[in-house]
Antibody
Framework: EVQLVESGGGLVQPGRSLRLSCAAS????????MHWVRQAPGKGLEWVSG????????GYADSVKGRFTISRDNAKNSLYLQMNSLRAEDTALYYC???????????????WGQGTLVTVSS | QSALTQPRSVSGSPGQSVTISCTGT?????????VSWYQQHPGKAPKLMIY???KRPSGVPDRFSGSKSGNTASLTISGLQAEDEADYYC?????????FGTGTKVTVL
């Protein structure tokens, strides 16, 4: 059974940093691209960032480019999101999601975690 | 990076069909056959309903179907059931990034 478990969310002041983690199990992690998707309270889904199987291809939404960094550790079956210079508008539930395609990231998500809540407020 | 355009809401009676549109550009929906659709019930994580424009994952009822014409993709729910009431989002690959639709609330009357 595929499982994605996010952690690392919490309350943080504007301008500070936070690192999210996603522990994956139930599939061959290093075969698949992975993504972060967020959802602000009461709002729609927003793709944040994606990373290919070998970290060779990485993409970011314009809203987070230059502030967020995605990475993965295939030996630990883990995905990460380093979030710097956080803003109030980054407040959201952050989901880790597995891509449908082997190797490449095509922004289609067949498995999702339950999300970790990030609240940016003073 | 504008969101794809979806109608805010659609509704139908049990047994009827409803169609949700998802309009983008030639840089996303029109440029790739990587359009997917997600169902989200309140308080739950999204669930993949359609991928690669028209393919259904195992376990998704065949009442759900997807298509694409030009820059617009569509999700059709045939034989609407009470449990189909939820929010639906489209998503398209856009060359090294993804872009979601604005979301559509489906109401079963």
């Amino acid at each position: 059974e595929v499982q994605l478990v996010e952690s690392g969310g919490g309350l943080v002041q504007p301008g500070r940093s936070l690192r999210l983690s996603c522990a994956a199990s139930g599939f061959t992690f290093d075969d698949y691209a992975m993504h972060w998707v967020r959802q602000a309270p009461g709002k729609g889904l927003e793709w944040v960032s994606g990373i290919s199987w070998n970290s060779g291809s990485i993409g970011y939404a314009d809203s987070v480019k230059g502030r967020f960094t995605i990475s993965r550790d295939n030996a630990k079956n883990s995905l990460y999101l380093q979030m710097n210079s956080l803003r109030a508008e980054d407040t959201a539930l952050y989901y880790c999601a597995k891509d449908t395609r082997i190797a490449v990231a095509v922004a289609q998500f067949d498995y999702w975690g339950q999300g970790t809540l990030v609240t940016v407020s003073s | 990076q504008s969101a794809l355009t979806q109608p805010r809401s659609v509704s139908g009676s049990p047994g009827q069909s409803v169609t949700i549109s998802c309009t983008g550009t030639s840089s996303d929906v029109g440029g790739y056959n990587y359009v997917s659709w997600y169902q989200q019930h309140p308080g739950k994580a999204p669930k993949l309903m359609i991928y690669d424009v028209s393919k259904r994952p195992s376990g998704v009822p065949d009442r759900f179907s997807g298509s694409k014409s030009g820059n617009t993709a569509s999700l059709t729910i045939s034989g609407l059931q009470a449990e189909d009431e939820a929010d639906y989002y489209c998503c398209s690959y856009a060359g090294s990034r993804g872009v979601f639709g604005t979301g559509t609330k489906v109401t079963v009357l």
